[in-house]
């Protein structure tokens, strides 16, 4: 298992976000945490990255326990979180906001590469990459906060809500970069609240309710329960 | 008139550039640390200091002392860092108070050290660069004003062109999407933090040889220092600036055609101004406020 999660909780002051949520994430695969507003699904994420730090339990990347780790070390391991927002750097530019991605890199000429790649995936940025990234659309922000993950060279791509806020045909780029990320080896852990587009997009899928795990399973049989569809895909 | 005009106008640029050292450290700590640091007045009075100890006293060359204020002084940002802010870090008002409490100590520290009584540091030169009859400016100011230009224009090639100058503006602009990219917030307070005690340090060191020192003469630029950034947007290093040279001027004409107590009333005055009018300053931008 690429990263694997073990009984963790966070609490926010006294309040308890999330309760002894257990997942496993193999090399390689997408994966997906649904559940409405409030679940737990960014709590999740914040812990893997290290912005939320557990109560109790583990979290272990690559064998290596991770969860005391402070969020800047994190990244090091090789996890990138695309937070939820986006949270680009509004007064730097598109290009400045890249390389900060790339900050603990230390192989120059492989970050003028993966530059040079992120500006192919997303030629809009090119064309943008000397403005500051505040006088961008939505669609355009998510996708530099997304190459700006990239430039990290990541093993494991951590998204929240990349489709909130977003035009339907913005989406279904979003969906296809996604795929395309994940195509090149690298391990996605996507969290939705757009429950179809999410299950049409990871292997496994967690669904969380009230900072529990209520449910798991491959994606289509998730598709499939009758609970899922009712709750999350309005059918 | 004309002459004279001229003469204020110098004198306002001189005021205005020890003025931009201060302010700008000012809003750099702010801006990475959020924290406002109420000691920096008693920073730009340890540079000052520093210049009374080995330029005065044993007599070393005052550039060296120079060097040593801002080495020195940005150390003391260092320690403020990390016995100050950073416990402090989630609890911006308890950081203000800490640096407040500083404020006193470096005070008597000084009082103890020196005496209350005000130093006198000798000229560096007598030299006097004369544009006629009656408009001078004496080679000290002029130092003042190319150290001001030097160091402001590095610390700007630094924050663009460095990639721990992206990182400072990284962590202003939004400190835990930063902490996602590998940057520490830690490292990145402390360089905020040496940067802009060790401009403060500078900016009294270089003054030190036309003004008093005394262990209070801080709070007369702590004042100017917070009108100009409150002017200027808080957040804002390129409003800091511009604010410095626009309370310069009017401090200075004001002072020179009227007197210094009038010149302070219109300064607050002007501020009052601008936040009824601009509540975020000049260059302020609503999310910074």
Redesign the interface.
Known sequence: MLLEMKDASVNYGKVSAIRNISMSVPEGSVVTIIGANGAGKSTTLRALSGLASLRSGEISFNGKRIDKLAAHRIVGEGIAHVPEGRRIFPDLTVEENLRTGAFLRKDKKGIEADLESCFDHFPRLKERRRQLAKTMSGGEQQMLAIGRALMAKPKLLLMDEPSMGLAPIIVEEIARIIETINAQGITVILVEQNAELALGLATYAYVLETGNLALEGPADELHDNDHVRAAYLGV | MGELLAQTALNALYAASYLSLVAVGLVLIFGVMGVINFAHGELFMLGAYGVVVFYADLQLSFFFAIAIGLVFVGLVGLGMERALFRPLRDNPLGGLVASIGFLMVLQALAAMGFGVRMEHVPPVTQQVISFSDKVHLAVPRLYVIIAAVVLLTALWAFLKKT?FG??L??SA??P??????????NQTSRIAMFIGAGLAGVAGALTAPMVSVNPHMGHSVIVAAFIVIIVGGVGSLEGAVVAAVAYSLVHTFVTTFYDGVIADIVGLSLMLVVLIVKPTGLFGTA?RA
């Open positions: 990639q992206w990182a503006r990284a602009q939004d835990e999407a930063a902490a996602l990219q590998g940057i520490s917030i999310d």
